[in-house]
C-alpha cells in the first residue's frame, strides 16, 4: 500500500491565540503552567508591567518588568495589541514576535484580564480562542488568595471586589470552565485547545492534502 505523502497530524495549520482569563486566584497560573509544560506547540505571550516583580517572578519570563517612561514610549511606539490599567499598574501585550509565529503554526497562551481579552478579539477574532476559568465558590478564591501569603490585606480585599466585577464578564468568553481540581480543568482546557486546532479555516494544509486526496 502507498504511503501517504502528509501524515494527517502534520498537516500545516495556522497558530491560534487561546487565551485563559479568571479572576485572581482562581487557578489560571497552575492551569496555564501545565498546559506549557504538556504542549510544545504553545508558548506563552510574555506581558509587559509597570508593576514591581513579586518575589520568584523572573524579568523576561513571568512579565517584562518595564518603568512608566518605558511604557509609555513602547505605547507611543505602537508596540501592544493591547494595554490596560490594573491595580494602579499597566500592563500589555507585546505585538513582537507573535504575528508572524502564528503564520507558521504556533500557538500563543495569553493570561490575560477581559479587557485585554475585549482588545485582542476585536483585532484578531479569526484567531482568538477566549476561554474563562471560574472558581468553585467564592469562599474558596478568598482562601486561594490568602494562601498565597504574597499581598497584605488591603491589596486582598481589591483583589476580592476586582476578582466579583471580572466574574461579570464571564458571558463575553467562549468557553467557561470551573475549576473545582486542577488536574480536571486542565484536561477540560486540553480538550478545548484541541477541538480548536482541528477548525477547518486552520488547518491551512488540508486544501493540497483534499486535492491530493481527490486526484
Ligand atoms: P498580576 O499582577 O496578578 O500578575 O496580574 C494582574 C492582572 O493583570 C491579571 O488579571 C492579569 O490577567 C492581568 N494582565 C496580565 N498581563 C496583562 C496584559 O498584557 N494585558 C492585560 N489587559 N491584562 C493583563
Known sequence: MAESPTPTDKLARRGLMFILSSPSGAGKTTISRMLLEAEDEIKLSVSVT???PRPGEIDGVHYYFVDDAEFDRMVEEDDFYEWAHVFGHRYGTPKGRIRNALKDGQDFLFDIDWQGTQQLYQKDQ???VRVFILPPSIAELERRLRSR???AE???EARMERA???ISHWDAYDYVVINEDAQACFAKVREILDAER????RQTGLI???RELMS
Open 208 to 210: 493540497p492534502f483534499v
Open 198 to 201: 482541528m477548525k477547518r479555516q
Open 126 to 128: 479569526q484567531d482568538v
Open 154 to 156: 488591603t491589596v486582598i
Open 149 to 151: 501569603g504574597t499581598d
Open 164 to 166: 466579583r466585577s471580572e
Open 50 to 52: 509597570t508593576r514591581p
